[in-house]
């Protein structure tokens, strides 16, 4: 490795899906849903927000975003490939102006190039100030996974989510995490998991196993 070159660190993030039987059961029955954050942020500290939940025209999910989003979460907002550039550009302004610092950036999802060009000249002749950080996603075939994307970093770092199998044991999540080092990178690199919020912990540690958690 040279000295510009920085150890792979594979870190457990989840994914917001407000209504998926898979995230509200990881709360208690009687928790509001603008209380959700709070509680997630009790044992995480970073999620990805589909374009679903930040892009869209109704109510937010979780109510107010400054008053639900607590102050150590850091979020992730993935563009889809149907949310047009200018909806997309005017829902980041509404959302940047409630959370600032709270988001990291943006993540292109699986689109045409011609699509993901419009998207960053729109981003570009915006006002907003969140970066670009990665994308577009693309498709890989990983074990234990329904369904795996590597959004390719434009600063050469990179992020990944995943949609793991529900019923992964120790040895699944060890062959999941090998065949994730095997595809390469290096330095940290967020795995944003479609799971259940507490089986983040099962991924982390066997990440932390086999050294690069």
Known sequence: MSKDQQALELQAAGVAAPGESWWESFFPDDLPADWQLEYYTHYHSRLLLPASVWAAPEEDPFGPWAEAVPAKLRLTLEWSRDLSPEA???????????LGEHLQGVALSVMDAEH?????????????????????????????????LWYPGRDGAGLWQLEPKPDLDPMGWRTLVEALIATGGQGPTPVFLRTRPDRLSEFRTIAQLLGVG
Request: charge should be negative; avoid cysteine.
């Open 116 to 148: 993901a060009a419009a998207v960053e000249a729109a981003l570009e002749a915006s006002n907003t100030k969140t970066a670009l950080l990665a994308g577009p996603a693309e498709a890989h075939n990983l074990p234990g996974t329904r369904e795996a």
């Open 88 to 98: 997309g550009v005017a829902a980041l302004a509404r959302i940047e102006k409630e």
